[in-house]
């Protein structure tokens, strides 16, 4: 075990104002240091930055470290699928209960489009099958004008929408037009 490290506190009615990092030994926030509950004050001993800095330099230092690290992740996806579904939702849905003025001010997302999408017209609005449906953009997004917009949505089956790549190509009626906009 390494020896304890003393650092400066600044206390203000009884509450840690800011903290040394015992590396770039500069006073800062205390958000500006990760939890550690085996710490006295509560906050690792080295701010984010030069801990983030610290990995940067060992990521670069080392490339076989880098290519053990994607191997390791790779193998454990890999025997771990559910788990890493359930992680990716879990993830999701923490960040959308932290930052819900992030969400508000994007919109609608993609996920929310495909359900409500799928949801108004369940078969290709080409040829009218129920298997494999995909949505796709009536404008291509590497053309023009070419937007994300649920006016620019249609609900095509894979099939249909490979064939049609990215030609400007509207299946859709008047009517599923009108829902849309």
Not at 95 to 124: E, Q, S, V, W
Request: glycine share 6%; aromatic share 4%; net charge positive.
């Amino acid at each position: 075990m390494g020896r304890p490290m003393k650092r400066k506190v600044e206390l203000a009615e009884g509450k840690v104002v800011s903290i040394e990092c015992t590396r770039c030994e500069a006073m800062k926030l205390p958000d500006d240091f990760g939890r550690d509950s085996r710490n006295s004050i509560g906050r690792q001993s080295w701010c984010k930055q030069c801990i983030a800095a610290r990995n940067t330099e060992r990521y670069h230092e080392d490339p076989r470290a880098r290519r053990r690290k994607n191997e390791t992740a790779a193998a454990w996806k890999k025997r771990n699928p559910e788990k890493e579904r359930a992680w990716g939702a879990e993830s999701a849905r923490r960040y959308r209960k932290r930052h819900p003025d992030r969400i508000k001010a994007r919109g609608r997302t993609a996920y929310h489009l495909r359900d409500r999408l799928l949801g108004l017209f369940n078969r290709c609005m080409a040829c009218g099958t129920t298997d494999d449906l995909t949505i796709d953009h009536v404008i291509a997004l590497g053309q023009a004008g070419a937007t994300n917009d649920p006016s620019n949505l249609q609900v095509l089956c894979r099939s249909c929408n490979s064939t049609k790549g990215d030609q400007t190509i509207d299946y859709r009626t008047d009517e599923q037009r009108e829902l849309l906009t």
